[in-house]
């Protein structure tokens, strides 16, 4: 009987140990995303206020059905990459609604900058027409084809 117990011990003792150690190995119940059905669309471009350079700020691509958006960042040359996630570049192609906001804080490079890229994105987010705010009527059409996007804004929100 002392035999038996000491079996179903070390039997019980020997499955934690493999199930521990498949856990270690990868055997992981998350998952990756599969972006492959979305048809992301890398898209570049560079943003202009009245012909320059509109840097360090954020814009933003959505649907208005779902709401579901790209976004990118603007360098001091107001060029931009976008992003359909923080890991995945890229946007699902179709109408979208453009907004331009000030960037937020998070995507500072560093958070003691008080330098000339700090100034410069201060001026550029209080540059910023409301009109390409949150409440924007600005629309871009996204197709599939595309791989560069030139964005020009107007500071009087007329449409070009």
């Known amino acids: ?3 038996a117990m000491l ?9 934690m140990t493999l199930g ?3 856990g270690a190995i990868g055997c992981s119940t998350t998952s990756e995303p599969d972006y492959s059905k ?3 669309v890398d898209l570049t471009g560079t943003l202009t206020l009245d012909g320059k350079p509109l840097g360090n700020v ?17 360098d001091a040359q107001g060029k931009f990459r976008l ?7 890229g946007i699902i192609p179709g109408k979208k609604r453009l907004m331009v906001l000030p960037k937020s804080k998070g995507e500072s490079e560093s ?3 008080e330098g000339a890229d700090s100034a410069n994105a201060n001026q550029n ?5 409301a009109c390409y705010g949150r409440d924007s009527k600005k629309f871009i059409d996204i197709e599939a084809s595309m791989r560069t996007l030139p964005i020009d804004l107007k500071s009087d929100c007329s449409q070009p």
């Open 1 to 3: 009987m002392m035999f």
């Open 7 to 15: 079996r179903k011990s070390s039997l019980m003792l020997s499955m």
């Open 20 to 22: 521990g150690l498949a």
């Open 38 to 40: 979305l048809g992301l």
């Open 58 to 74: 954020e814009l933003r691509l959505e649907t208005t059905e779902d709401f579901i958006y790209s976004y990118g960042v603007t």
């Open 83 to 89: 992003m359909f996630d923080s890991r995945k570049p």
């Open 111 to 113: 958070e003691g900058d």
């Open 125 to 129: 987010a209080t540059s910023i027409p």
